[in-house]
């Protein structure tokens, strides 16, 4: 470690994207990384070493981090970052049963630790969304002197807790006169029984091969069926219960009978569910209610984005206010990618001075780097199928390529991850369909018919990329089938990697399926690195290379 650096932890650290671009600036080093991924702390590690792993953020010591970056020489944290998942609260959202997100909570042990830690600075990155009202937290007992400290005053959500058809005003009576026992304990005790039902009852078309995988699945229930329950709310739920064991357990029974009883069962216990985690999380709220069919809830909420500059401000930090959203494509990724930040520096660092995000390197749209750009020198680089079989394949070496080019080769003739997803007969044949930017929906309805509603499909699904434009975000592009340019095959985690600006020394590690989600979760390290480069300028500090001088090609900077 370098005492004269500045000393760094990265909390969500995922594969290390964010670390990556931080460590280019030659200003920082890092000491200590939070990461639960098995997969991408394996990654992280591998590109990294040296640095502390640490997994669980809500089991973490931060004496013991602070210890760490003491060893430094720093004798404190310079700066934290890291991007929290926060998926917002949606009332749209049927398939969850769960109401309350625990990804959502995450956002907080980001602050807990620029509580604990004190860095100098922090950058926050999160989804564009997190901007969007939609993203709120819900009022607990337990918060609630907190947020009037914050000076933040909570709205009424009206919120759905689902449809029933059957037992509604009973339902609604227990609901808002429980037995005297925690609403949880009418739930069905064994989740795995709940989801392997759950599963059967949105796979009513496919009836035929789900009911016989569910009815062997919940076998060793069935023989104690109504034992699946700790107490029952209803006597008629309670022989609603027991009819649907036996139409399970009678393989003569119609598919109408067993769905019917199903759907009904499902929507009850989802119900009850979720009114359960609104009494064990002592949230605000009224008493329940109905519309039509639908079990409502009037909950106390507060935006996630005013708490997290309330409370930042609260902690000595000046922030970054309107603008917050950066492009990838405006810091030299070949990809549109629009993500949002949050940089905080401790006001008596920076006085009088607004704190603000990076201002585009590369402003006009028609000269954002390419697909083409990035991905072109691999297009006759076959590459493998198996991760077992991952090796270095040699590709060519461009000496003079455009300066994105030149960066993601990092000066080797070697490539690994260079690794796609096999394609099946119907993929092949939907691939060779396809013109560059096309998508499913561009296909005739011939080749559509492996899907249950092909309408509903999203843009992104069998995507062939357009070599002249960047590509869109970046996902876990195995699950969408990303299609090649110019070659009928799927994208590899190497291309993925460098559409996402991960140079061809940096190595994934971990299954396929893994590797591609790492990519696809990552921050781009050019667009960290352009966020970094803003943080130092705050702490005094100048990048060893600014990142402008590295993608502006040479005849077009501006003396």
């Known amino acids: 470690m370098n005492s004269s650096k500045l000393t760094a932890v990265d909390l969500f650290s995922g594969a290390g994207g964010l670390s990556l671009g931080f460590l280019q600036t030659g200003q920082i080093q890092i000491a200590v990384a939070v990461e639960n991924n098995k997969a991408a702390q394996q990654t992280y590690l591998v590109n990294h070493p040296g640095v502390r792993m640490y997994g669980d ?40 049963v769960a109401l309350i997100s625990a990804n959502n909570q995450l956002v907080k042990e980001f602050v807990k630790a620029i509580e604990r830690l004190e860095p100098d600075g922090f ?41 029933v058809k059957l037992l509604k005003d009973e339902l609604l009576s227990f609901l808002n006169e429980p037995f005297g026992v925690s609403i949880s304990n009418y739930a069905i005790l064994d989740k795995t029984l709940f989801s392997k039902l759950s599963h059967l009852n949105r796979k009513k078309k496919e009836a035929a091969v789900y009911l016989k995988k569910t009815r062997s699945a919940i076998k060793v229930f069935l023989n104690n069926w109504e034992g699946q329950h700790r107490f029952y709310w209803s006597q ?40 359960g985690e609104i009494e064990i999380n002592t949230l605000k709220a009224g008493r329940f209610y109905s519309e039509d069919n639908e079990i409502l809830v009037n909950l106390q909420t507060y935006i996630v ?33 629009e993500r949002l930040f949050l940089i905080g520096v401790r006001e008596e660092l920076v006085g009088d001075r607004e704190i603000k995000l990076p201002e585009p390197i590369i402003e ?49 003739a070697k490539v690994r ?3 796609m997803t096999d394609t099946g007969e119907t993929a092949l044949k939907r691939f060779q369909a396809l013109q560059q930017g096309q998508n499913f929906h561009n296909l005739d309805d011939s080749y559509k ?16 990329l357009n070599y002249n434009a960047p590509s869109g975000t970046v996902l876990n592009i195995r699950k969408s089938m990303w299609i090649h340019p110019v070659k009928n095959r799927a994208v590899s985690i190497r291309e993925a990697a460098r ?61």
């Open 57 to 96: 953020i809500r089991e973490v010591d931060y004496e013991e981090i602070l210890k760490e970056c003491r060893k430094t020489g720093a004798g404190k944290v310079n700066i934290v970052f890291g991007g929290p998942p926060c998926q917002g609260f949606s009332n749209a959202n049927r398939q969850k």
């Open 123 to 163: 950058v926050m990155e999160n989804v564009k969304e997190l901007k969007s009202n939609k993203h709120k937290f819900f009022l607990s007992s337990l918060d609630e002197e907190e947020i009037a400290d914050l000076h933040l005053l909570p709205t009424d959500e009206k919120v759905s807790l689902g449809e």
């Open 236 to 275: 008629k739920y309670r022989e609603m219960w027991i009819r649907l064991g036996e139409l399970l357990k009678d393989k003569e029974s119609s598919v109408e009978d067993i769905f019917s009883c199903l759907n009904d069962v499902i929507t009850i216990q989802q119900i009850i569910m979720r009114a």
């Open 305 to 337: 984005l005013d708490y997290l500059k309330a409370k930042f401000k609260k902690l000595g930090y000046k922030l970054n206010e309107d603008h917050l959203i950066l492009n990838a494509a405006n810091f030299g990724a070949p990809q549109q990618r």
């Open 364 to 412: 006009e749209t028609e000269h954002f780097f390419t697909v083409k750009d990035a991905i072109q020198d691999l297009e006759d680089v076959q590459p493998l199928i198996l991760t077992e079989e991952d090796r270095p394949l040699s590709k060519a070496y461009i000496e003079n390529g455009n300066p994105l080019l030149q960066y993601l080769q990092a000066g080797t």
């Open 417 to 419: 991850n260079h690794i």
């Open 449 to 464: 018919h492996t899907y249950s509603n092909p309408k509903r499909t999203q843009n992104t699904v069998y995507l062939r």
């Open 499 to 559: 559409l996402q600006t991960f140079s061809d020394n940096f190595v994934f590690m971990g299954a396929k399926d893994a590797q591609y989600q790492q990519v696809g979760n990552a921050v781009p390290p050019l667009l960290g690195r352009a966020v970094a480069e803003q943080l130092l300028s705050y702490l005094g500090r100048t990048a060893d290379q600014s990142l402008r001088n590295l993608i502006t090609p040479l005849e077009t900077v501006d003396l």
